[in-house]
């Protein structure tokens, strides 16, 4: 009957590099998985600010347009009040 021996030193550093290799392959799918998940977080966060500045402009623009009828609703009640007088 054999008896087991202990692994030699080239058999302990193929086992080392595997582990460090299956350890480094580990923690870098582990990263990947975390930027894919801020990823995501940072286009919602974008679409968000987007969102959020087309508001703005919007809230701009009416305030223009609201300024802008009632300056010529002014020179329009002006203009049929002097034909009208005249």
Do not use: F, H
Not at 13 to 31: D, E, H, M
Not at 71 to 80: F, L, N, P, S, V
């Amino acid at each position: 009957m054999a008896t087991p021996t202990l692994p030699n030193p080239i058999g302990w550093a193929i086992l080392g590099t595997a582990g460090y290799l299956a350890y480094r392959a580990g923690k870098k799918a582990g990263r990947n998985q975390e930027e894919n998940i801020e990823q995501t977080g940072l286009c919602d966060r974008a679409i968000k600010e987007t969102m959020k500045a087309a508001y703005k402009a919007k809230i701009k623009v009416d305030d223009s347009l609201r300024s802008t009828k009632q300056k010529y609703t002014g020179m329009w009640d002006e203009a049929q009040s002097e034909v009208v007088s005249s």
